[in-house]
């Protein structure tokens, strides 16, 4: 099993920076690749960003690509979404997300676990 908590997020005016993080904790809590998915109101959750267990590898959707930069620590379990000239449009609950490969929380499946999502809400 893997708990994940996620911190940050908030209010900030379009075009400003946030970041997110989020902590990974439990008996197999390491070893995983990382991701961060989005949910907006009246919106299916869709997927912002992933990276390996060992953190070479990071893919982003088209929408947030060249924005956001998605990193990770490995010593202490955790992954971060830096988030910059954001959007309106980004506002949703961002919700981390774990599983065994980069590729799995990408697939139509889905990751096996997830945080309980953290605001991010950008005022135009």
């Known amino acids: 099993q893997v708990r994940l908590v996620e911190s940050g997020g908030g209010l900030v005016q379009a075009g400003g920076s946030l970041s997110v993080s989020c902590a990974a904790s439990g008996p197999t809590a390491s070893g995983y690749a990382m991701g961060w998915f989005r949910q907006a109101p009246g919106n299916e959750r869709e997927f912002v960003a992933a990276?390996?267990?060992?953190?070479?590898?990071?893919y982003y959707s088209d929408s947030v690509k060249g924005r956001f930069t998605i990193s990770k620590d490995n010593a202490e379990n955790t992954v971060h979404l830096q988030m910059n000239k954001l959007k309106p449009e980004d506002t949703a609950v961002y919700y981390c997300?774990?599983?065994?490969?980069?590729?799995?929380?990408?697939?139509?499946?889905?990751?096996?676990?997830w945080g309980q999502g953290t605001q991010v809400t950008v005022s135009s």
């Open positions: 990276i390996s267990w060992t953190g070479r590898n990071t």
């Open positions: 997300a774990v599983d065994s490969t980069t590729a799995q929380i990408m697939s139509s499946e889905g990751p096996d676990y």
